[in-house]
């Protein structure tokens, strides 16, 4: 899941039945084959083995799948760092910076790196060090690159690793560092600065479920499959992936099956941009949704449950689960491109745990899920419950 915009106000969901025994090891049992992939980054080799295990999965069920191809333009770091004698240290290249190793000397440029404050070094052929601050990343690269330093490391000014963009491309390696990393880099030491980067088109693809014959779903339930480079995603998204097909294992020969299908959007982390995709490229299929169900990061106990959304559908949440409730519309997930199409969207969320987007996120809760599920299903019943079968 992107940052997450939250509102003020938000559905609260008590206590609901878990699913138990052969729910709870099949979903165990997808989650472990689906983490032993890797990174789901999307473009990557994990991401299209996740994809068509899933894809497996709901065949399995009687559903057929069709895959939503796109492409997009998109900057990695491929694993950037600074190296200070053998001791390697981590860091971020950032956005539009030029890809390149180099070594040589640490100036530590006093304050931010504004032009005055370069006029009072030599940094030429040099590794720069400037603090976060003040002024645009890509000015203090610029600045760097006029006064002939060689790379440029930024320090952050806050706790914990500094990621950003250039926004303009700027011909000079530059890394983002941690106050940790930056505090190593005294001046006069001899360092390694390796900002390796690939800028090309990422191809992704989301996966769509569905029974044979529908073609005006009532529901969409969705989640993003992708991850972040470097996490596992196991709550960010797995949870949210598998959330969605518990609900389509567990609709499978229920009625609720042919009024609904099941998306799983890929480069979600970059953009929303395989909702964007698939509301662009369906509008007649979205137009017949009565509501769209937003999954992600639900297998961590962070916060309770919280659904947010369409005034209409909290309330259908409320009456069925025994919750307190007010609407909002949160941003920062697939459910966006919905509304902004007129469709009403719930939002299913437990907030963000200490692993959100690191390495550490590789566990979540099957328990979680289930109750996920369980609610999830609830609401769906409720919704169509007031619609007449076509």
């Known amino acids: 899941m992107r940052q997450l915009i939250r509102p003020a106000l938000a559905v609260t969901v008590l206590?609901?039945?878990l699913l138990l025994g052969s729910a709870s090891a099949t979903l165990d049992n997808d989650?472990?084959?689906?983490?032993?992939?890797?990174?789901?980054?999307a473009g990557s080799?994990?991401?299209?083995?996740?994809r068509a295990?899933?894809?497996a999965q709901f065949r399995a069920l009687g559903y057929e799948t069709r895959r939503q191809d796109f492409s997009y333009p998109r900057f990695d770091d491929l694993g950037s760092d600074v190296k200070l004698g053998e001791r390697v240290l981590g860091g971020n290249a950032l956005q539009n910076s030029t890809g390149g190793t180099l070594s040589g000397p640490v100036v530590r440029v006093p304050g931010v790196g504004t032009t005055e404050e370069f006029a009072r070094v030599d940094v030429r052929g040099k590794v720069a060090v400037v603090a976060r601050g003040e002024i645009p990343f890509a000015q203090k690269a610029r600045n760097a690159l006029a006064a002939g330093a060689a790379g440029l490391v930024i320090v952050n000014n806050a706790d914990g690793e500094l990621r950003g963009t250039l926004g303009d491309r700027v011909a000079l390696p530059v890394l983002g560092v941690s106050p940790t990393v930056g505090a190593a880099l005294i001046d006069g030491a001899a360092v390694t600065l390796s900002v390796r980067v690939r800028e090309g088109e990422v191809k992704a693809s989301n996966v769509i479920a569905y029974k044979s014959g529908v073609t005006a779903p009532e529901l969409l339930f969705g989640a993003h499959m992708d991850s972040v480079q470097g996490a596992p995603g196991a709550n960010d998204n797995l949870s949210g992936t598998l959330s969605v097909l518990e609900i389509a294992r567990r609709a499978a020969n229920t009625p609720l099956?042919?009024?609904?299908?099941?998306?799983?959007?890929?480069?979600?982390?970059?953009?929303?941009?395989?909702?964007?995709a698939f509301v662009k490229d369906n509008a007649p299929l979205v137009g017949t949704l009565k509501a769209m169900f937003n999954l992600d990061m639900v297998g961590v106990d962070v916060t309770p449950l919280s659904l947010t959304g369409d005034s209409k559908l909290v309330e259908a949440a409320r009456g069925i689960a025994g919750v307190q409730a007010s609407a909002g519309q949160p941003g920062g997930s697939d459910h966006v491109p919905f509304a902004q199409a007129g469709i009403p969207t719930l939002f299913f969320h437990r907030g963000l745990d200490k692993n959100y987007h690191q390495p550490?996120?590789?566990v979540l809760d099957p328990a979680l899920v289930s109750e996920t599920v369980e609610v999830a299903l609830k609401v769906a019943d409720s919704v169509l419950s007031a619609t007449p079968v076509r």
């Open 360 to 362: 550490g996120d590789k």
């Open 53 to 55: 295990y899933l894809e």
């Open 45 to 50: 080799p994990a991401n299209e083995q996740a």
């Open 257 to 276: 099956a042919a009024r609904a299908y099941f998306l799983l959007f890929d480069g979600e982390e970059d953009g929303l941009l395989g909702s964007r």
């Open 31 to 41: 989650a472990q084959t689906i983490l032993n992939f890797g990174p789901r980054v």
């Open 15 to 17: 206590a609901v039945p």
